[in-house]
């Protein structure tokens, strides 16, 4: 019998991150970025290029605070990412008079 054995890559849903749906979080997975902890390793203008690289439905993502809010859901900061993710649009940060 082979010993050859698959191993299922179980990673964090990505989508807990304010601007990242379920086709972002694919094209993250496609490039090896499976948990928090990775996301909050890459920066944002490395995942602006991997939106970019993606296609034209992903280059307009503003992936600015995705580093940071991924940090604090590695570091288990629920209740302090939720207040932050409140605050942005789709991820992004909202300069002060300005409206949705």
């Given amino acids: 019998m082979d010993e050859m ?12 991150i304010e601007g990242i ?5 694919e094209v993250l997975n496609g490039v090896g970025i499976h948990t928090y902890t990775e996301l909050a ?3 944002a203008e490395s995942l602006n290029e991997l939106m970019s690289e993606a296609g034209p439905g992903f280059s307009f993502r503003d992936t600015s ?7 604090l ?12 993710q ?3 649009d ?5 300069a002060e008079g300005e409206e949705e």
């Fill in 5 to 16: 054995t698959t191993t299922a890559v179980v990673g964090d849903d990505l989508t807990k």
């Fill in 65 to 71: 605070t995705w580093p940071q809010q991924a940090s």
């Fill in 90 to 94: 789709g991820g992004k940060v909202v």
């Fill in 21 to 25: 749906g379920p086709a972002v979080a």
């Fill in 73 to 84: 859901a590695a570091e288990g900061k629920w209740d302090e990412l939720q207040a932050w």
């Fill in 86 to 88: 409140a605050e942005l």
């Fill in 41 to 43: 390793n890459m920066s």
